[in-house]
């Protein structure tokens, strides 16, 4: 490839851009250890003050909890429903295909109150009382779409071949599907399942409108700003952020190992615009 | 080779669950938007156009949903300015370090957009990290109270949270251009910057399209943002969604103008699709 030397001001740029992305987490992780709270400059004081009070802060840890129990549920709902319709879409003719391509990656794109709204309807004319279970079936299906995208990627990769022969050899569909189908999307499957986990975990329009009595995280932490700004929730984002920059450099490994250059987020957003 | 009753068990569930949990409750939007609500806040089921026709009527809906729009234009705008010329560094300048920048890029997006929205706060604020460090470089003697809970405050965050998802697609599409016909552009006595805008950009136009939109549609239905940093002059049409929700009660109005969102948000990504094609050359 004939490598250009880009002109300098392309690599100013590029360092501005990253600086305009990593300076709030920068600052947000630098201000969780400040001893005069979130705020003035310089930060002076450092303590580790705001992780003992969040320690012992019982409403936070409950509603970590229930944002853990909620993205769990929802990646069971969504690999249930979205492998068969990943499936579905590349194996079977129905009338309406089409249409429900794009109807499952509409809460995708569509502004998150649309559908968080549209589902609180739906449980008041069914008569059902919201709380963190209309939050599971919120998530779940609108992350439907997260895994059907990821899983048809898969299948289009997967050897038919393996599977035929599993049938001639007198395996059933079920067994083919258990011993030679799912191992072999293995990989579109835990990855689908980390983004899901990980925009669940991070969710907030939906939830807004079929939250019931029991915070998840995300509104436990909206509830507190409005009421002014804690240096708790530095720390807690913080540890989050950790878990997160843990858990996606295991992922990138895993799936460079298995298959080069990891490319989820682009696969997810090329989906959403509807090219298929 | 797969029998009939095996694509109907693939089939069946994920449609009957979509069809309840997500073409019902959109179904279920569109019939609220014809409803009304009474003086006594229960919802009265006759059909008629009134909650359409009060959008027109008020001014302030249509003023909010303009405004909605132009941050949301200047947020893209800002997106594509910042997210292009950083696609086209990493696919093109930065050859070695490019899978590294890459993932640079994409880590952002997995920290809590609350979070960041939340730290943009902390760093505007009048007595802000911003602000703090302006007043002790002596910069300023007191503290800019324009930062924080104004549009800019909104454009700025949003700007900063839809950047990457404007840089994937162009990135994308970039690293699909041919590098023998940049080579080639090069050969036949192209200067660098007639190769960039003769070859390059025309063929990263689908990309362009693609982030434009993603940022566009993304920002226009934002609700915390404005929230949390808009002030009274940042409100944008989704803080008024769901103020109809909650305290002033009114859920057809709600849905009707949510429905308006929804159609233009269809119709956006329809043109988006078209203008892409039309311009893709692969």
């Known amino acids: 490839m004939s490598a250009q030397c880009g002109p300098r001001w392309l690599s100013l740029h590029a360092v501005a851009v990253f600086a305009f992305l990593y300076l709030p987490i920068a600052i947000l992780v630098l201000y969780s250890f400040n001893g005069q709270g979130v705020g003035g400059f310089p930060p002076r004081n450092l303590t580790l003050d705001w992780y003992r009070q969040l320690f012992s802060d019982d409403a936070i840890w409950t509603s970590v909890w229930n944002s853990l129990l909620v993205a769990v549920s929802a990646v069971a709902i969504s690999l249930a429903f979205g492998i068969p319709a990943a499936l579905a879409l590349d194996r079977s003719s129905f009338s309406g295909k089409a249409l429900f391509r794009r109807l499952v990656l509409l809460p995708l794109i569509l502004p998150g109150i649309i559908t968080g709204l549209s589902l609180l309807m739906l449980f008041r004319e069914a008569g059902t009382r919201l709380s963190l279970i209309t939050i599971i079936l919120g998530h779940g299906t609108a992350l439907i779409s997260v895994a059907t995208t990821e899983v048809f990627a898969g299948l289009q990769k997967l050897d038919r071949a393996q599977e035929e022969a599993s049938l001639d050899l007198g395996a059933n569909y079920w067994q083919t599907f258990w011993r030679i189908t799912l191992p072999n999307l293995r990989l579109s499957i835990i990855g689908a399942a980390l983004l899901i986990f990980t925009l669940s975990m991070d969710e907030i329009a939906v939830s807004f409108f079929l939250i019931g009595r029991d915070n998840t995280l995300p509104l436990e932490i909206w509830g507190r700003l409005r009421r002014g700004i804690t240096p708790e929730i530095n720390a807690i984002s913080t540890i989050i952020f950790v878990f997160s920059l843990v858990a996606i450099i295991a992922w990138y490994r895993l799936r460079t190992r298995a298959e080069g250059q990891p490319d989820l987020a682009a696969e997810l957003l090329e989906a959403a615009e509807g090219e298929s | ?282």
């Open chain 2, 1 to 282: 080779m797969f029998s009939r009753a095996y694509r109907a068990a693939i089939t069946l569930p994920p449609l009957l669950w979509v069809a309840v949990f997500l073409l019902m409750p959109y179904a279920l939007l569109l019939c609220y938007s014809f409803w009304s609500v009474s003086d006594s806040q229960i919802i009265n089921h006759s059909w008629d156009f009134r909650n359409y026709l009060e959008l027109l009527r008020v001014n302030v809906y249509l003023q909010t949903l303009f405004r909605s729009m132009w941050i949301a234009a200047r947020v893209t705008f800002f997106s594509l300015l910042l997210g292009y010329p950083l696609a086209y560094y990493v696919s093109f300048v930065a050859v070695k370090g490019k899978d590294l920048l890459y993932q640079l890029v994409i880590i952002p997006l997995w920290v809590s957009y609350l979070v960041r929205a939340y730290a943009w706060k902390t760093i505007l604020g009048s007595d802000g990290v911003l602000n703090t460090l302006l007043q002790y470089a002596h910069v300023t003697q007191h503290p800019l109270d324009f930062l924080l809970y104004s549009p800019f405050a909104v454009v700025l965050t949003l700007t900063h949270i839809y950047t990457p998802f404007a840089f994937l697609p162009i990135y994308a599409s970039l690293e699909h251009i041919p590098r023998n016909l940049i080579e080639a552009s090069h050969d036949l006595g192209a200067s660098p910057f007639q190769t960039f805008w003769r070859v390059i950009l025309p063929l990263s136009i689908p990309g362009v399209l693609a982030g434009a939109t993603l940022a566009f549609v993304l920002s226009l239905g934002d609700f915390l943002a404005p929230l949390l940093l808009g002030g009274p002059s940042g409100i944008m049409i989704s803080n008024i969604v769901v103020s109809l929700f909650g305290a002033a009660y009114n859920w057809p109005l709600g849905a009707a103008i949510s429905f308006c969102m929804m159609a233009l948000v269809i119709a956006l990504l329809f043109v988006s699709e078209t203008l892409e094609k039309k311009w893709s050359f692969r």
